[in-house]
Each structure stands twice: as structure tokens, then as C-alpha cells.
């Protein structure tokens, strides 16, 4: 057992949902009791759908389970099939239906069906959504997908887009037009806006570009085993991911990788001066492997940030995001506990955030700015406008996104010449949220109480500040200062230093400057 | 307003049962309000990552305010052997209660997973009583889906207080249903102002103000889903006043004329105390009806609010109810309401596609339902009112009822106000 506040995944049979509600023509029969049926409103509120998701639930009561949960399975397999008119469907359990080991496969089997009938065995208390999600188009893949000749034309498949994806949407269109550029055409593109008989033609791509390794990769190992298609390694998140992605795109078929670059601006707005402040800017990244593992390279490489901390919350991909990390000279942080993610941040205190809705919460709470980079996200994150994060229009939106939450350039200068004004010193917050400047609290010498029990302090022969270095800590702007704190305190530590004064600040200073 | 309805009174009217798919949230969702109304309780939902993932959707941002909730998440080591699943919640209890040394009483809630596996949390809550004697209380109930829907997650927490609640001889009045805070103290100002009392509050905010009750208490429902709570006061001895539910200016005023009858209230002073507050809710409520008036409406089973908000929006807003769905329809408690709803088709449980069907082909003007269902209904050119919101906000007694209306007319006004986008 173990305590649980926030979950970063929902249970597998959501990674299933997500599959259904993102292909056309497929329906889920889920045996599920009553309740389960809140998942729908992920669906039709977070990401604003306009139709109800094509999942039917059993929804057993108490009064059902001492009776015939099989049977009730059975009615409602026929009835959906019966209303729906599916190409195919899939039948599974939910964590509850699980316990009660009715064999959702083989009763939906007895049924003799007109339609495939794909069953699921999703393992509610090991795995989660991603898991479900992978296995689900997997398992449609597997029972669909019939041998073919190759399409004439040089096309893939592209892999891994599901409902509730973190931008999925937008990145089908930007990597269909990047392919388009290269003569390229997607024979499928899967399982978001696919059919039952588009799963069948998937194997008459020459090629797969997988998308989403958390939502696609097994099916992707599967038609590289069963039909000879090669698969895409590299992730298009980022220019220099984008450039590789289509070279690797170009070995698979023998077409030139150079594809117009026009739209491009990230790169020179990341080179002009007013970016220059983001130099060396301590970013903490943690996220879904995918998402975090390609906004390091960006951090790291094309906006020239220093990636202070690393991870990811789905174990699938601890392996690769382990090397990533020791690669960076950092140790990965793989856990699916958010009170360890805000210790971590807490400790390696950076500058900004990239991360999850979790994480952006984290970031309110530290004072630290975010930006979000993966799902779990809520509503927001499900734009009007176009905003991919793959390709080259990515890359744009992804500068912007980023670079916003940071007090820019200018500002932060402004802000730290006219730290003392009644507008702009540390309580009176930012302007655009809604704050409200407030007369600063130490208007003479007066200072705040001290946070530490320096009486105790001196007793025990621990470390303290002494007044003046506690003032002159203040006249740092607020951002870094609790890193400034946590220098000075690390360094007099090492020095043996007990009163922390204006020298031990500076020392500590000199001693960390980069 | 419109008290000349042709045809009144729904109690011999037959029911529509079915079943079928229901599209409703379980009894957890409770939780959501109900930690916040005791501040000093802890809910600890001891059931499988799903019930996590739900809570977390129902909670939304209310999650990362340190909320008083948590679910003990069973993993497959669990499912093999129940002796080690009652060592391992009581090891989470432990570490929970050390964590938030402010938590006076904690709710085990049940879940569908916890109730399958037969995990027996009221033993569990017994053996934890006595481990942690003087500290904390630790009552359990279920919120369980295969038991309970939406709201009956608040009946099974309240029933599971009241064997708990002291004994007393003393005639109090005991006024069962969570309440915002602000309308609790409306509520409790004006039954104080007619001079009833004591006045007892099921759930009390603290622990430490736990109502008692015996034989000469009598107490009022606030809320119309406490059927197991109703029960479990009777068995305690007390006895119900029966009464419409404080919706609107006529509900609350039958309501509170209910008690003042039962505690011999003078006409003169029921009329001192109600008038200004009943003429301010009317007014208020009179802002609205211009755009709900003869404009028709169709209820999906949600939270057993239903019926007296159709009543309500029947008589005092003037809409026309086509089909009233509740999820379970106590017959007594809402015999009071059912004779003042004007005749209209009552439907108890669900079957979803075929409600769906229904309102097909009834077309009303405005459809009450859950946000499973709201968004594809309105891009069917539908106009929804999501039904959630009903409980969450302040809607109840005197100086909620023009918000009330509100809420039922505003998805309307915007419909017109965006007529020109579509």
C-alpha cells in the first residue's frame, strides 16, 4: 500500500480510453463499476471534445456482483456493438473488474461478433497509463494489420499520437508537413484519427516515424518484426533534434534531408543579445522521458542554459534517461512521487522549472517560475492555436514558452537598480498577476525577525547570521537568494565557520562564481 | 410566481426505472467538499490508482492546497494476502497521523477495489481507534461505486458519525447536511432569531463541537441525498421534522416553517423574522426568470438534488421540467417534495443511451447533466447546465436564490449572447 496525494498517470485502462477515443470507427467495452465513468470528462472537458468518448462501461453495482457480472458483460458487449456499428472493438477490465476475474476476451468471444473483438489485459495494480496506452495500440495493431505490398510511393506511418496527449494534434501537422517537404507522404497516421482499416494498411508504409516512444513503441518493434519496417530513433522536440530526425528520415529512404528553413526563428532569437541573460540559467527538468529528455538538449544546447536536475516519472524509461543524465553530469530522478520531485527542486534550487502541472504548482509554491513541457497538464495546455512542440514551428514555440516566465533581459536589470522603490521590491510581487504593490515592510534599519534562534545557535556552536550579512543577503535579488544562502552556508560549513558576516558572503561569493 | 400551474403534485406519478450504463461519479467525490467542512478530519481512501486518478480530476487545482485526502494505493503484493493489507494500513496510518499531528479524526473511506477483496475497513478502524485512543478518531464508510453515487459518499460519512455522536436527553435541534460555511451561518442565524434551539450541527466543523443526541432530539435534513443518515438518527431515537428542502424562496420558507411549527414558533415571529429575507429573494430570483420563463428542462441523474431544484425552477422560475432523472429516489424524504413538482416524467437510476435518446427526441431548451456530457451535447447544438456545480456552490436558504436561478439562466444568456458565432 502506499499513500498517494497526486498521481502523475491514471490507471492503464485510461491509456486504453486514450487510444479509443482517438481512433474513429473503434469502440471500447470496458467492465467497470459504477463511477469509472469520470474518465470521460478528461476527455470532453481537458481536452474539450465535442463527442462522448466511444468507451461503453458495464457499470456493475453492489447488488450486481453477488449475481452475474459475466452475463451483464455479455448484454453490454451486444448492446454497444449493436448501437455503434464498430470496425473492430476492444474489451477490457477495470481495476475492480479485474478482482472480480471475469474474462472480459473470451465472453466477448462467445458472442460471435461481425466485428474483430480485440481483448486487453491490463494489469490495473503494476502498470499505468502509458502502459495501457502502448499495450491497447499494440494489441489493435497486432490483430489488424494484414501483410501488403509496399505503397508506390516512398510514405510511413506515423505512431504513438493519442487523445490526451501533450500537443499531439499539432505535432501530426508539423511532422506531416516536414515530410511533406522531403516528398514524404503518411500512409497512416495512428492510433490518433485512424480507423480499423487504416490499422489494417499500415504495413504498405515503407517506414515508421514513432512519435511518442510512451504511446507507441511496442507497436513500433512489432511492424519492424512482423513486417520488416524500420523505425525512427530520434524524437523531432528541437532544432537540433528536428535536423537529426530528418537526416535519420533521409537514410531510411534515400532522400535529401535539406528541407526550407524559413520559418525558423528560434536560433536567432536565441543569439540575439536581449537572450543573453538566459546564459547559464539553472533549469530543473522533469517530466515524461520523452518531453524532458528533448527539453534538456534544447536547455543545454540551443537556449545555453545549465540543466541542474533531471527526470522523469514514467520507470519505462529510466534506462536511457539515466545515461542522458550521467551523460550531463547529473544523477536522473526517477519517481512517480511528487513530494520527492519538490524536495528535489527544493534542493538544487534553480532559477526555472520545466514540467508537468505538478510541477508548475511546485514552481508557485518555491517562487520559481515554470513552464510545461508534458502531460499531465490540465485545460490550459489544450490550446486554440496552433502550438507544436515538434519540428521547426515547435522550436519557435518552444523559445517563446519558455522564455516568457523568466523576468526578461531588461526587466531584470530595472528590476534590480529599482529594487528598493515602493514598486518593485520583493513583496510587491509581479504586476501582471494581479498583485498589488505594497508599502515595503523594513522602511529604516529596522530588521525582520530573524528566521533562525541565534540564542540557540550560539549555544549549540551552529551557524549564524550576523545582522549585517542578513541585510546585505536581502539587497540580492530575491531569485537567487535562497541560493546565495545556501552557498554561503555550504562554504562557511567547509570553512568551519560559525558567524556568517558581509565577508563570509562575498567569499562564498568569489568562491562559486562561474 | 407561477403557483397556478396546471397540474401539481408528483407523488403518485410512476417512475421510470432503468439500468443500464450510468454516467455518474461514485461516492468519493464527497470528499472533495466534505474535507473541507471538517477541517481537523483526514479522508484516507484505501482503494487502487484509479480512485487517486478521480479524485484528482474531481479535485482539480484544490489538490496541491495540502489537502486533507489521500488515497493508501493497493498494489498486487496487497491482493495476495489480506493479513498483510491490514499491517500495511495501519503502517500508512501510522506514518500519516505522525505526519499531520493535527488531524484529529480519520475517515477510512471503502472503495470498489477495497470492498471486492473484502478488506474489512470497519475492523480496521476499530483496531485503529484503540491503537491511536485519545489522539484520533478513526471512523470508516464507503464511497465505493458499486455502492454509492456522488453524493451518498456525504449520507455514508455523515451515517457513519452518528453512532459515534454522544448521547443526550436534552430536546436540541440537529440540522444534518454540509453547508457552505457562509450559508451555514444564515441558516443558523435565522432559526436563531425565531428562537429555536439549541442548535446542533451534523458535520461539525471541529470535532470538538460534535452534536449529542437521544431521544428528544429532532432534527431537519438540509439536504435531500441522507437517506442512510436519516436512518441511522432514527435508529439513535431522534425524530425527523419532514419538510420541502431550503431551495429557493418557497423551499426555504416551507423549510424553516417546518421547524418553527415543531418548536411552536409564533406566526407573528416566523412572519418578523422571514419577511425582508423572503422579499429579497424573491426580487433576486424575479432577475432571472425573464430568461428561464416558459423555457424547458431535462435533468440527468446526478446527485438527487434534482427534483426540489425542478420544483424550484418550476414554481418560482417558471420552466417547464420534461424528464426529472435522480439516481435513487427516497420516497419519504421527498414525498414533500414530489406534491408540490408539477407532473412531469420521473426517472430513477439510468440508462444512459437511452436517456440520450429521450432527450433526442424531447428537445429542451436547457439539459442538466454531468461534464461527461455536457460539451457533446452542446456541440449537438444542445444548451447544458453542468449539473456539479449545483453542489459545490452556495445555492441553498433565502440569499442564495437569485445565485440559483443564476446559474440555470446564465448558459442561456450566453447561447443568445453567441448567437451570431454559430
Redesign the interface.
Known sequence: MKLTLWTYEGPPHVGAMRVATAMEGLHYVLHAPQGDTYADLLFTMIERRGARPPVTYTTFQARDLGADTAGLFKDTVRAAHDRFQPQAMIVGASCTAELIQDDPGGLAETLGLDCPVIPLDLPSYSRKENFGADETFLQIVRHLARPQARTEQVTCNLLGATALGFRHRDDVTEVTRALAAMGIKVNVCAPLNATPADIARMPAAHFNVLLYPETGESAARWLEKTHAQPWTKTIPIGVGATRDFLVEVAALTGLSPRIPEDGLRAPWWSASVDSTYLTGKRVFIFADATHAMAAARIAAEEIGFEVVGLGCFNREFARPMRALAARMGLTALITDDYLEVEAAIAAAGPEMILGTQMERHIGKRLGIPCAVISSPVHVQDFPARYAPQMGFEGANVIFDTWVHPLVMGLEEHLLTMFREDPEFHDAAGASHHGAKAVAPVEASGALPPNPRDISASVKDEVQHWTPEAERELKKIPFFVRPKARRNTEAYAATKGVTAITVETLYEAKAHYAR | MSLDLPTTGCRDVPVLKER??????????GIIWLHRKMPDSFF?V?G???C???L???A??M??AE?R????????K??AGLAD?NV??D??VA??IERRPDIRRLFLVGS??S???KLDLARAAERLNAQHAGRVQVLNYSG????T?FTEGEDAALAAMVPALPSTEAAELLLVGALPDVVEDQMVALLTAMGVGPLRLLPARRIGDTAAIGPNTRYALIQPFLGATHSALQRRGASHIQAPFPFGEEGTTAWLKAIATSFGVSDELFEAVTAAPRARARKAVASQTATLTGKSIFFFPDSQLEIPLARFLARECGMRPLEVGTPYLHRELMAPELDLLPQTVLSEGQDV?LQLDRLALAAPDLTVC???????L??QGFTTKWAIELVFSPVHFYEQAGDLAGLFARPLRRKTLLEGQR
Not at chain 2, 454531468?370 to 457533446?376: D, F, K
Request: charged share 20%; hydrophobic share 40%.
Open positions: 443500464g450504463q450510468r454516467e455518474v461519479f461514485c461516492g468519493l467525490t484516507l484505501v487502487s490508482r484509479t487517486a486518478h478521480l484528482q480530476a474531481a482539480g487545482v489538490i496541491f489537502p485526502f489521500g488515497t493508501a494505493i493497493l498494489e498486487e496487497d491482493l493489507a500495511e494500513l503502517r500508512e506514518r500519516l470498489c477495489p470492498e471486492v477483496i465505493s461505486g458499486i455502492e453515487t443511451d454531468g461534464l461527461g456530457l455536457a460539451n457533446p452542446e456541440s
